[in-house]
């Protein structure tokens, strides 16, 4: 059991947007940076976009996230086949000092 | 650009003990809050372990005082002691690197832990 839930599953067509949602608690994304991250097949996570706008060079500006209280959410527009990966979002916890993360959604590109 | 490069994995048996090392460049392990974080094959994230820059660590409930977290700071590495170890254990293990923002901006490519007899 994941201390940040997100959905399963998530699926678009190709050029459509598609949003995932990532739910917590005051003591992580209500008081934390929110991040997610993405994980290609047989690959390492790697940071995609934080809720401070924070993402790395080359990273595109196709995916956004936001926060709001104790839930986020990472939007992907113009979804195209290569964005066909597991997301992940993920937080410091201040009750549990350490790092939570979500159980991971599954993209699907139709 | 920042390469974390993980080894030290393998297969151990149960109760037995194993050392991961991660070898930094292009960022200096003392400046960053360094983590493990683990992975089951096919599940998701886990957190383990955490060594902020002033030396202070911390672990997942799951792997207390069976793991440690150190860094040599002379060879820009980290390390986690695994000690005890159990099925529940097997997994991929990350070392990760966080400029001190709580984004966990590096990650390495992992290295594989089989805790089986």
């Known amino acids: 059991q994941s201390v940040l839930t997100q959905p399963p599953s998530a699926s678009g067509t190709p050029g459509r947007r598609v949003t995932i949602s990532c739910s917590g608690s005051s003591s992580n994304i209500g008081t934390n940076t929110l991040s997610w991250y993405q994980q290609l097949p047989g690959t390492a996570p790697k940071l995609l976009i934080s809720?401070?706008?924070e993402r790395p060079s080359g990273a595109p500006d196709r995916f956004s996230a936001s926060k709001s209280g104790t839930s986020a959410s990472l939007a992907i527009s113009g979804l195209q086949s290569e964005d066909e990966a597991d997301y992940y979002c993920?937080?410091?916890?201040?009750?549990?000092?350490?790092?939570?993360f979500g159980g991971g959604t599954k993209l699907t590109v139709l | 650009e920042v390469q974390l490069v993980e080894s030290g994995g393998g297969l151990i048996q149960p109760g037995g003990s194993l050392r991961l090392s991660c070898a930094a460049s292009?960022?200096?392990?003392?400046?960053?809050?360094m983590t493990w974080v683990r992975q089951v094959p096919g599940k998701g994230l886990e957190w383990v372990s955490v060594i902020f820059t002033g030396g202070y660590t911390h672990y997942a409930d799951s792997v207390k005082g069976r793991f440690s977290i150190s860094r040599d700071n002379s060879q820009n590495t980290l390390f986690l002691q695994m000690n005890s170890l159990k099925a529940e254990d097997t997994a991929i293990y990350y070392c990760?690197?966080?400029?001190?923002?709580?984004?966990?901006?590096?990650w390495g490519q992992g290295t594989l832990v089989t805790v089986s007899s």
């Open positions: 292009g960022l200096t392990v003392s400046d960053n809050y």
């Open positions: 990760a690197g966080d400029q001190g923002d709580g984004t966990i901006d590096y």
């Open positions: 809720t401070n706008d």
């Open positions: 993920g937080a410091w916890d201040d009750s549990l000092n350490g790092w939570v």
